[in-house]
């Protein structure tokens, strides 16, 4: 009696299953994708049309500074002019999509550049979805000067970027670096200005005195950096527009070094070296006041703030080797984030606030990598005989850093790579560069 | 194989597994038929089975709110186009060394310059998208029936037949060699350019009969006067009804699809091809931990219906995160959906509504 009453209750259950999935077949078909891929998005940018001979060559240069900005993030890829189907006439003309459908162009960047008698120059630019067939964001117009042209490429490229990625560009930018010529024992260095892509050079120190770690301000309208022209390192401030210089307050018989801005652009966070002990301070600019952040016999160096200006981070050979810290603003107790073997150094805090970029020596080779701010998640994205002092984009998206290469005639070149750790590159320059350190986008 | 064939065969499994090891057939029960049956979820019986299914209502298509135009541009101003007058020309400030270009909002157009219109210009005479020669979503379908030509082609000679019997020669007619009376141009055998079976024709009429309704009760009257006989119902009688089916007056809002389900290996290819396109390559970090569910309807020929392509829901991320994520998802589906998606089609009805989670969870990690 029992085995048939299981029987049939078997048997309901059974049947009764399938009847409740049924729920999961009503409505419309639902599936989930996993899986993708990861390819540079193809992209075609049409020589902007000019209605002046001296604007079309502007125009040209201006379309090729766009299209080299967005190949350059590995994240486009830029479709040769030779497969357009159709050229681009006007800019007011509509768009054929199916034309830019055929050769898979998946955006279209459309422009127009006049060059006014005047000097005024004016660039327009449209970004088109070409499979959705439809503008992304309205049509955008810079307005600027002849020898401003570059600039406003870069605006034009970061809004594009801007558009189709969902995060801020980095192209209308600079980066300040230490220029580097002669051989390693006899090296001069100087302040150099450029670009983020290397172009537009400009020498703001000569090279009678070392200089080294140049940073910009949060506004990027100054930079610190330490200099040896009194014979011991100090730090100087520098007025990028007027290249206009001074020291800051610095301790009888001490050397202070690695300095760095605090977000609101009026504090400054350094090492100081007094006595053979290397310790952190804090100082307000406009007053030359310094309050002491740590005091262990250790060495503590390489400070950088938050994003919010509540924490610092540093590093430090407290434990017995080089590793990272974590403190806040004003001292206090500092926490160790780094846990892998190797030794670890020059720790920068990510624009974002997630990120920490640093620079780790393990078995003989240097590499540039990131960790999250409580040290997990550790990833290197680099790895050759000497890579250092690495340098975030004003999105958080790059890192710039250092990579020189081994021998007497060894030289240093700045590079830069995505956090993902793909499209390594290195940033053109025409004499060797070190210490690079990215400027905020330019208003 | 969807979750309920799976869990149906797994509890037929399990059933039969207990019965064996339970000595469910012992010889002292009395003998039975055991018969091997096809496993056959519920839901499948019945909606094989089931002649009259409510007919499924069109539901609005929810169009997407076209993106911030504004955007969050830190450094730039965009407002409507402007004239030309108002633009700020380029000031530099004399002592910086690179003059900053200022951002200037759209402009109508000036004297000399581009014309900047407020939205992007459209062609109306141009001709539709779908229409052109390059387009790859405009080719033919491949699963549509084999076009024929036109005009008719001529019958091949019929082969020489012999007769069985003989026949008696006759004296030739004289009036046999009269030449005939020229007959009148027939209008040539009617012939189309493609041939469209029954299953593609297009519905005019609901694709699905209606669900009886719940018999009257009882008349509490039986002496009630009959109700005078209905006359044929007019066209324009059966449009208000096929619109009042159609129109969501229907018991269930969410019918069952009719037809068999599709099976495991129809969705896999479906997946697997959706995310061939499914870049993610120029995703923000934030875009990459954003999930969306991209909901949209289907042509009979397997394509998308461009316009149905929206957004029902995105989690993990911010809106300006789900806005990319899901024109990513929407560029897949529009990409790998140009020729049509192979799916079956007569199983229509079970595709023809279709909801896309595009998870990169995955993704993040390569």
């Known amino acids: ?443 | 194989m969807n979750a309920g064939q799976f869990i149906s065969g797994a509890g037929h499994l399990g059933l039969i597994g207990w019965a064996l090891a339970g000595n469910l057939f012992a010889p002292d029960t009395p003998p039975f038929e055991v018969t091997e049956v096809t496993a056959i979820s519920a839901e499948e019986y019945a909606a094989l089975t089931q002649s009259d299914t409510v007919p499924e209502a069109i539901a609005d298509v929810a169009i997407l709110d076209a993106p911030d135009p504004g955007g969050p541009a830190p450094d730039l101003s965009s407002r409507a186009d402007a004239a030309p007058e108002r633009a700020r020309p380029g000031e530099a400030d004399a002592s910086a060394p690179d003059t900053a270009p200022e951002t200037l909002p759209e402009a109508p157009p000036p004297p000399r310059a581009v014309d900047v219109p407020g939205a992007a210009p459209q062609a109306p005479a141009a001709p539709p998208e779908e229409s052109a020669a390059l387009l790859p979503d405009a080719d033919p379908q491949p699963r549509a029936a084999p076009r024929v030509r036109p005009d008719p082609v001529a019958p091949p000679e019929p082969d020489t037949l012999t007769e069985e019997t003989s026949r008696d020669e006759r004296a030739p007619d004289p009036e046999a060699d009269a030449p005939a009376e020229p007959s009148e141009a027939a209008a040539p055998e009617a012939a189309t350019t493609e041939i469209v079976t029954e299953a593609e024709k297009a519905a005019a009429a609901p694709e699905r009969s209606l669900r009886p309704r719940a018999r009257p009760g009882a008349p509490a009257d039986a002496h009630e006067e009959p109700a005078p006989e209905a006359e044929p119902p007019d066209d324009a009688a059966v449009d208000a009804a096929i619109a009042e089916a159609l129109g969501g007056d229907a018991p269930d809002p969410a019918p069952a699809p009719a037809g068999p389900p599709l099976s495991r290996g129809e969705r896999e290819a479906l997946r697997v091809a959706v995310g061939r396109c499914w870049n993610v390559g120029s995703l923000s970090t934030d875009a990459l931990g954003t999930t969306v569910v991209v909901g949209l309807e289907m042509s009979r020929d397997g394509t998308p219906v461009r316009s149905s392509i929206r957004m029902v829901g995105a989690t993990g991320g911010s809106g300006e995160a789900s806005r990319q994520a899901f024109e990513a998802a929407r560029r897949a589906i529009i990409r790998c959906g140009a020729r049509g998606f192979d799916l079956p089609p007569e199983k229509y009805d079970r595709w023809r509504d279709i909801e896309m989670t595009f998870n990169p969870e995955n993704m993040r990690t390569k």
């Open chain 1, 1 to 443: 009696m029992m085995t048939r009453f299981l029987t049939l209750l078997a048997l309901l259950v059974t049947w009764a299953l399938p009847a409740a999935a049924q729920d999961e077949n009503r409505g419309p078909l639902r599936i989930e994708i996993t899986e993708g891929v990861i390819e540079p998005l193809p992209f075609a940018v049409p020589r902007f049309i000019s209605d002046s001979a001296g604007g079309r060559d502007l125009a040209e240069r201006i379309t090729r500074v766009i299209a080299a900005d967005l190949s350059g993030t590995g994240l486009f890829r830029e479709i040769r002019e030779d497969a357009f189907i159709s050229p681009i006439t006007s800019f007011s003309s509509p768009v054929q999509f199916s034309d830019w459908k055929a050769i898979n162009a998946q955006a279209l960047v459309t422009g127009s550049v006049s060059l006014e008698a005047s000097g005024r120059l004016v660039v327009q630019f449209r970004l088109y979805d070409v499979f959705a067939g439809q503008e992304m964001g309205n049509g955008l117009q810079f307005v600027g000067t002849e020898e401003g042209w570059r600039r406003m490429a870069h605006k034009v490229a970061d809004q594009v970027y801007s558009r189709i990625t969902g995060e801020g560009g980095y192209f209308d930018s600079r980066v300040v670096f230490v220029a580097e010529s002669g051989p390693k024992d006899d090296r001069a260095k100087r302040l150099a200005l450029m670009d983020y892509d290397g172009a537009n050079v400009k020498y703001l120190t000569d090279s009678s005195a070392l200089v080294l770690a140049p940073r910009f301000s949060p506004t990027g309208d100054r930079i610190l950096y330490t200099s040896y022209e009194t014979g011991r390192p100090r730090i100087y401030v520098l007025d990028v527009a007027s290249v206009q210089r001074r020291a800051l307050e610095a301790q009888d018989g001490a050397m202070s070094f690695a300095p760095r801005f605090g977000p609101d652009g009026r504090t400054v966070v350094y090492s100081l070296t007094r006595g053979g002990n290397t310790d952190l301070y804090r100082m307000d600019i406009a007053t030359g006041e310094s309050i002491h952040l740590t005091s262990a016999p250790s060495i503590e160096t390489a400070p950088s703030f938050s994003p919010d200006g509540k924490r610092i981070v540093f590093e430090s050979d407290r434990s017995g080797s080089r590793q990272i810290y974590i403190m806040p603003a004003q001292g206090g107790p500092a926490e160790r984030i780094s846990s892998g073997a190797g030794l670890y150094g020059t720790p920068v805090w990510s624009p974002r606030g997630d990120l920490i970029a640093f620079t780790k020596q393990s078995k003989r080779r240097f590499h540039i990598g990131v960790m999250r701010v409580d040290g997990s998640e550790e990833r290197l994205l680099t790895a050759s005989f000497l890579d250092e002092g690495p340098t975030w984009s004003p999105n958080g998206r790059v890192i710039m850093f250092t990579r020189e290469t081994q021998g007497a005639q060894g030289r240093a070149n700045l590079y830069s790579v995505d956090i993902t750790g793909r499209n390594l590159r290195k940033v053109p320059t025409d004499t060797g560069a070190s210490d690079p350190s990215w400027s905020p986008l330019l208003d």
